[in-house]
C-alpha cells in the first residue's frame, strides 16, 4: 500500500505560480510510475502529467505544456508539479496518483493508476 497526501494548493492571481507536492508514504514510491491529474466539480478527471521512475521521462497534456513541470525526489519519496503561468481555467482540485509500471513506462489514463491522493484545491483569479 502506498499513501499519498498532496499539498502547496491555494489561491494566486493569473500569471503567478505554484509547486504541488506528492508525499509517499508505506512503501517507496520510486518504483512506481507517478502521475497528477485534475478534476473540477461535475467534470471528468482530467490527466495533465505523468512521471517515470527515474524521473527522467514526463509527460503532459497540451494544455499545460510549458508552464507545467513534474519531478520526483525519491530519496524524500516525494513527486512535484510546478505549475506556472497559471490561468483561471487551471482552477480545480488537482491530484497524483502512483501506478505500477515499468521503469520507463508513462501512464496516462485514470484506470492505469493503483492509488490516489485526497487531492488539494488550486485556485487562480484573473
Known amino acids: 500500500q502506498v499513501q499519498l497526501v498532496e499539498s502547496g494548493g491555494g489561491w494566486v492571481q493569473a500569471g503567478g505560480s505554484l509547486r504541488l507536492s506528492c508525499a509517499a508514504s508505506g512503501r517507496t514510491c520510486s518504483r512506481y510510475g507517478m502521475g497528477w491529474f485534475r478534476q473540477a466539480p461535475g467534470k471528468e478527471r482530467e490527466f495533465v502529467a505523468a512521471?517515470?521512475?527515474?524521473?527522467?521521462?514526463?509527460y503532459y497534456v497540451d494544455s499545460v505544456k510549458g508552464g507545467f513541470t513534474s519531478s520526483r525526489d525519491n530519496v524524500k519519496n516525494t513527486v512535484y508539479l510546478q505549475m506556472n503561468s497559471l490561468k483561471p481555467d487551471d482552477t480545480t482540485v488537482y491530484y497524483c496518483?502512483?501506478?505500477?509500471?515499468?521503469?520507463?513506462?508513462?501512464?496516462?489514463?485514470?484506470?492505469?493508476?493503483?492509488?490516489w491522493g485526497q487531492g488539494t484545491q488550486v485556485t487562480v483569479s484573473s
Open positions: 496518483a502512483a501506478a505500477h509500471t515499468q521503469p520507463q513506462v508513462l501512464a496516462f489514463m485514470d484506470y492505469e493508476y493503483d492509488y
Open positions: 512521471i517515470n521512475w527515474s524521473g527522467g521521462r514526463t
